[in-house]
């Protein structure tokens, strides 16, 4: 039951939903898929006096797009659902990453015939399984508002836990990524058990040159603090991924980019200490899984 | 459409003990066509939002309720003065009966809250949205008090006491126990010393608890409809609460989704809505939230033991000391699972020299509630730690350890040191079970190879004593129970039962029961529970005790009928009732041409009791009471009494592997012997067992009602509340064996609770086997992945 009156509107498209947003920004809240901020307004944790229920505003949608020099990229709607993502020939092939971690996602069709990704990344949680395979996929945030339209990458939308950089007024409306088609991707996670939030997630990025050298590698890591954290990975470019160098030199990025978490997050799920202590492994894993063909889409920790 | 259709199977199945009959409404359920609370819809109902305390101890100096009043749809908002014509909440069993400190408790926070959640009005308005958003506007004036929630906390010399006139915090306790343990101990070849310390869980129902009161002002008569486990019980504590006369109160409990404990009465919101209802003459619905579902509490026991054993594995005392956190004082029975919980030491080992300490401690916790296997899991994780250290100390094998100390198979009947009598059962049967079914060679040698490389791969016992069919003297907690069955002129059986079912089908097992001794498809038969204007006086659900005490009843019902429909057959085919079968649907006697159809026989005792019915009491209705036979309140000559009627028990072996990068404990195995004496439908039991078995993994590796420094729960919902899902759980392998109890009718000993404590105990000692190369223990749960980790790794804690 939730304990606050509110007024509710189903805008028919984003121009209805910037100028019914524009009356009280403040004191309006977004719904995506409502996963999570239905829960919170039950609970009474957030008390807007006005919903705007975005699901019918055409945002949803995956499109590719090729660009002057071949360059594709695709653009994903910000109420793309997980089951959205998993059913995209073009999500398969170019965001091989993305179906990844959407097929990991917890919760079976119930929570992914509902739950958005532009809605994970609005809501800001640490504990996101969307974020850092966002953010590692090089994902730009396409925002509209009253003051037109902006783009950012999509860390740079996220300030702190639960909030995000949008002015009010503003709302997502996709997501635009590069193609990673042929790129090897790897997502782990770990959690307290199956029906727990991610405590860490890695998501993981690497293309091959015919040497088995490695040309590009993105690693970021979630679960940490509210942004999540991109490993620098300068020192492992070039080096043969079949080598025993290989992981150690990974252990050795990944150890660095630690170093400066200062204060981990911690929630009711797991402390600070125990995120830093399993980070590292799961970074690893998502980087060992990237790199070995066996691994089914699917698996984490 | 086929017209070519083969009849019903269920038409002629077999009915009667042991036949494996699919519950009868099992569609109803999985469909949603069942009633369950909820749905019940009464035209003019008010709702009502409860305004709960923010703090875990204060004086209340003032309510404002201007602004709430004033609200959209409100009918009116009520603290505890502005109630009228209610006494003190009575309490479901008082511990003052055993020397404990009474507590008055009322439907509303009266003064003082208590704990985080405590109500302290009810806002009664139009719509359930109209109730919530006043309840806001309610403005409290707290003085907040010193509290503790932690029982070092409330035991501290300079703790505060938490309920007026209370001498201190402790609500009840005492000593348990029989022989010289000192001597014992000074006797030893080894002494050894350990703790458990088990967590705060709920006992989580999908489906929360609900009330719906309607108050019949011409005929003076209140209706409840709610969740109740016990409703003849809620009847009496309800008219005396509201100063009624039973006859004036009226309780159904519809269809049940789940109870695990959480429906037992005692609860105040019971006793606030009847009254409501009175008050207001209006009928009156609240449906708990998820929220305050997790603060109904339990489980939260820990012990401190001492224990004596020889070089050859036996051990010969046994000192424990067991504290409850039981949160605040409250009229529900959970108390009673810390004394519940001792009776069980020492879990069916022959240990001579006992020595228990108990103490049920209130705190600012919100109050517990009975949580499935009732305490009865802390006798379980102490006595299997125990014997796997001894184990460890005299370099025997775990299994072989408790077979030297187990009570012996020709031993029983057996009278424990705390006084239970156990009537029969045979727990080295189990391990041959377990023995024959998995290859403890070669389990052992593929965790030995495992060890090799690093891995952590642990196997665990546990061994679980569950004594049932309580019966508390002096209580309404009680052991026998009564069925009704009739048979209309048609043939139509209908069973009324006094005990209830949680969602667990022991209809369906009744049924069949009944179905066995008239001779009658299953079909020509409904089950009537839950309702006191039509149900024989009865108990309830509490205590795996439907089919022995309600299924008995039943059965003895039957018979009665049963021998009324062969005299009157005998009559219509002019044989002896003695030569008559009834079986099918028919009456058959000994030669092939005599047959009739019992619906005809039934027929004729209504229409035909001058002619054919003279040698009976012309009536298909019969009502029996069946009293299990184990239970004892004389005191033997030590003062014990065994208050607790059928003993089953139960062998697990758990087999898991710790990732040491992360500490997630994956459960590879588990396999489960059990012996629940005659099982009347193996399919329900089973499905018991996998029930019990996930709540006993799903708790001690993850569920928690946890509580912030400042005496905030944590648990709100199912992501603060984590329930295993079916991918943290193992297949079960469930092996039976039969070992009937020669104090029930029918041998049955209960299943309702078996599993939970097996599992847990089974669990704590695999972990703690899997981490025995690294030289480290853990003795509290959960073992969740953190924890785990942490002892692996030591300051990787939070």
Request: charged content about 20%.
């Amino acid at each position: 039951m939730i304990p606050h009156p509110f007024t509710y509107a189903a805008p028919r498209s984003v121009a209805e939903a910037i100028v019914l947003l524009a009356r009280a920004p403040q004191h309006t809240q977004l719904l995506g898929g409502g996963t999570w901020v239905v829960p919170e307004l039950h609970l009474g944790l957030r008390a807007p006096r006005a919903v705007i229920d975005l699901r019918r505003a055409g945002l949803g949608g995956i499109s590719q797009e090729n660009g002057p020099d071949n360059d594709v990229s695709v653009t994903v709607g910000a109420t793309t659902t997980y089951a959205e993502l998993l059913a995209s020939p073009v999500v398969a092939a170019e965001l091989p990453l993305l179906a990844r971690m959407a097929a990991a996602v917890t919760g079976g069709a119930a929570l992914h015939n509902q739950a958005t990704i532009g809605g994970s990344l609005c809501a800001a949680r640490p504990s996101s399984d969307a974020l850092g395979a966002v953010v590692a996929s090089g994902g730009t945030a396409l925002v509209d508002g009253c003051d037109g339209r902006r783009e950012l990458p999509a860390a740079d939308m996220v300030r702190g836990v639960g909030e995000t950089t949008l002015e009010p007024g503003e709302l997502l409306v996709g997501l635009r990524f590069p193609s990673h088609a042929g790129a090897r991707s790897g997502y782990r996670k770990v959690k307290r058990g199956t029906s727990g939030w991610p405590l860490v997630t890695a998501s993981v990025l690497v293309r091959l040159d015919h040497d088995h050298a490695a040309r590009t590698v993105a690693v970021t890591i979630a679960g940490l603090g509210a942004v999540p954290l991109a490993v620098p990975t300068g020192a492992l470019l070039g080096l043969d991924v079949r080598g025993e160098e290989w992981v150690a030199a990974v252990d050795a990025a990944v150890a660095r980019a630690l170093d400066t978490v200062t204060e981990p997050y911690t929630d009711e799920q797991a402390g600070g200490a125990y995120r830093l202590a399993i980070a590292p492994v799961a970074a690893r894993r998502a980087v060992i899984d990237a790199l070995d063909p066996a691994r089914a889409w699917g698996d984490h920790l | 459409m086929s017209t070519d259709i083969a009849p019903a199977p269920s038409a002629r199945q077999q009915t009667g003990i042991g036949a494996r009959i699919p519950r009868h409404d099992a569609a109803d359920y999985v469909t949603g066509r069942i009633e369950y609370f909820d749905d019940t819809v009464v035209p003019g109902t008010l709702h009502v939002a409860l305004v709960r305390s923010p703090h875990p101890r204060a004086s209340i100096r003032g309510i404002d309720t201007g602004r709430a009043a004033a609200a959209a749809g409100v009918v009116a908002v009520l603290g505890a003065g502005d109630l009228l014509g209610v006494g003190e909440i009575p309490h479901n069993v008082d511990p003052a009966g055993i020397g404990g400190q009474h507590t008055k408790v009322t439907a509303l926070a009266d003064g003082e809250v208590f704990h985080v959640g405590h109500a302290v009005a009810a806002v009664v308005a139009q719509t359930s949205g109209d109730a919530e958003a006043a309840a806001a506007l309610v403005d409290v004036d707290y003085e907040v008090l010193p509290y503790a929630l932690s029982v070092a906390d409330a035991v501290a010399p300079n703790a505060p006491v938490l309920v007026p006139g209370w001498r201190d915090n402790v609500i009840a306790g005492g000593t348990m126990g029989d022989g010289d343990v000192d001597a014992a101990l000074a006797a030893a070849d080894h002494v050894i010393t350990g703790s458990v310390s088990l967590h705060r869980a709920a006992p989580c129902p999908l489906e929360t608890r609900g009330y719906l009161a309607q108050w019949d002002r011409r005929a003076r008569r209140l209706t409840f409809r709610g969740t109740a486990q016990n409703p003849h019980q809620l009847r009496w504590h309800l008219a005396t609460a509201l100063g009624l006369g039973e006859q004036q109160v009226h309780v159904v409990a519809p269809r049940s989704g789940g109870s695990f404990g959480a429906k037992m009465h005692g609860q105040p919101e019971e006793v606030l809505f009847a009254a409501l209802a009175r008050q207001l003459e209006r009928p009156v619905k609240w449906v708990e939230h998820r929220r305050d579902a997790f603060a109904v509490g339990g489980r939260e026991l820990a012990a401190h033991y001492t224990a004596s054993c020889r070089s050859d594995g036996v051990v010969t005392g046994l000192r424990v000391a067991v504290d409850g956190n039981l949160g605040s004082p409250s009229a529900a029975p959970g108390w009673g699972m810390v004394m519940v919980g001792c009776l069980t030491i020492p879990n069916g080992y022959a240990i001579p020299a006992v020595d228990i300490t108990w103490r049920a401690v209130t705190t600012s916790k919100a109050p517990w509630n009975g949580v499935r296997s009732y305490g009865k899991e802390i006798a379980h994780t102490v006595l299997e730690r125990l014997m796997d250290q001894v184990a460890a100390r005299t370099e025997l094998a775990p299994e072989e350890v408790r077979r030297r100390n187990w009570v012996h198979p020709g031993a029983f009947p057996h009278r424990t040191p705390t006084g239970l009598d156990l009537d029969s059962g045979d727990y080295q049967g189990l391990l041959r079970l377990v023995a024959g079914h998995v290859d403890l060679d070669v389990l052992r040698a593929e965790q030995h190879a495992a060890r090799a490389q690093g891995r952590l791969v642990g196997l665990g016992w546990g061994f679980e004593l569950v004594p049932e069919s309580v019966d508390l003297p002096g209580s309404f907690v009680g052991g026998m129970d009564s069925s009704t069955v009739r048979m209309d002129a048609n043939g139509h059986v209908t069973v009324l039962t006094g005990v209830t079912s949680p969602g667990s089908g022991n209809d369906t097992g009744i049924a069949q029961l009944v179905a066995g001794e008239l001779g009658v498809p299953i079909t020509d038969l409904d089950v009537v529970q839950g309702d006191t204007d039509r149900c024989p006086y009865g108990f309830g659900n509490l205590s795996s005790r439907s089919i022995v005490a309600g299924g008995s009843a039943a059965v003895l019902a039957a018979r009665v009928l049963a021998e009324r429909l062969r005299i009157v057959a005998a009559a219509m085919l002019h044989t002896e009732p003695s030569d008559i079968r009834l079986v099918d649907g028919m009456a058959f006697g000994p030669a092939p041409e005599q047959a009739v159809p019992i619906a005809a026989v039934a027929h004729a005792v209504y229409t035909l009791a001058f002619i054919l019915a003279l040698g009976i009491e012309p009536s298909l209705e019969s009502t029996q009471t069946y009293r299990p036979g184990g239970i004892r309140h004389l005191p033997d000559d030590k003062g014990r009494i065994n208050p607790l009627g059928t003993y089953s028990n139960a062998l697990a072996l758990a087999v898991v592997e710790i990732d040491p990068e992360t500490g997630a404990v994956d459960v590879r195995r588990f396999v489960l012997a059990h012996d629940c004496g005659t099982q009347v439908n193996p399919t329900l039991v089973e499905a018991q067992l996998h029930g019990g078995v996930a709540m006993g993994l799903s708790t001690v590796l993850s569920e928690e009602a946890a509580y912030t420094m400042d005496g905030q729960p944590v648990a709100a919902g199912f992501k603060t509340y984590l329930l295993a899902r079916s991918p943290d759980l193992p297949r079960v392998e469930l092996l039976h064996q039969c070992t009937p109890s020669p104090v029930t009718l029918l041998g049955t000993k209960g299943a309702g609770e078996s599993g939970v404590g097996a599992a847990m105990a089974a669990t704590l000692n695999a972990v703690n086997d899997a981490l025995s190369p690294r030289g480290v223990e853990i003795d509290s749960t959960p073992l969740t992945p953190e924890r785990v980790f942490t002892a692996l790794v030591p300051g990787a804690g939070r």
